[in-house]
């Protein structure tokens, strides 16, 4: 290799468009199922499962379902509750930024909570939503769980919108101090009427 040579670009070949891979696809897939206990997936089998679009029951051949599922962890909690205010702006590509104010109540790792919240969000191509948000949760011994999240969201027929994302949390609770080590995953689902539920699961 040339000392100081600089690459202009990296290509990357998964289909077999620039080289034959998929053999090496199989070896892969049999890596994996060597570690879930289960028989090797022949070439030809392999080939084939390559042609054509992976459906359930073909990706059920490769790994078990509990492998797929295996990142969440236990749910952690869940809030019910309301956006109470709205306010538009203008985002730098020109599109509305529509800021959101929220209250709720609800219960994590077992201890009750009061919750107010603010998230952004702006439109995305093809309808769909990028935001991102803070808040606080305060017991009723008087700590505070601080948050902040991000997420991808859509409208839902009928009214309302449905969000998924991720959460990261900062207390001084010692109660509530293992939430200082967890990303959670959460979805989020409101009505027409402004109505909320939240749903919080940690993420191993």
Request: glycine fraction near 14%.
């Amino acid at each position: 290799m040339t000392a100081g040579l600089r690459y202009r670009a990296v290509l990357f070949d998964l289909d077999g468009t620039l080289v034959d891979s998929y053999a090496a696809l199989t070896e892969a897939v049999n890596h994996a199922r060597r570690g879930e206990g289960l028989g090797r997936v022949e070439d030809g089998h392999g080939h084939a499962l390559r042609k054509r679009p992976p459906t359930p029951a073909r990706r059920g051949a490769f790994l078990p379902f509990r492998r797929r599922t295996a990142m969440l962890g236990e749910m952690l909690g869940e809030d019910k509750g309301k956006d109470i205010g709205y306010r538009v702006e203008r985002a730098s590509n020109g599109s509305p930024r529509v800021e959101v104010s929220m209250k709720a109540k609800g219960k994590v790792l077992g201890t009750e909570f009061n919750a107010l919240g603010t998230y952004w969000s702006v439109m995305k191509p093809g309808g769909t939503l990028y935001g991102e948000g803070q808040g606080v949760w305060m017991t009723q011994d008087g700590e505070s769980v601080c948050w902040v999240g991000q997420g991808k969201g859509r409208f839902r027929q009928g009214g309302g919108m449905s969000w998924r994302g991720t959460l990261y949390f900062e207390t001084d609770s010692q109660k509530l101090s293992r939430l200082n080590g967890i990303c959670a995953v959460f979805e989020h689902d409101s009505d027409a009427e402004d109505n909320f539920t939240t749903k919080y699961w940690e993420w191993k």
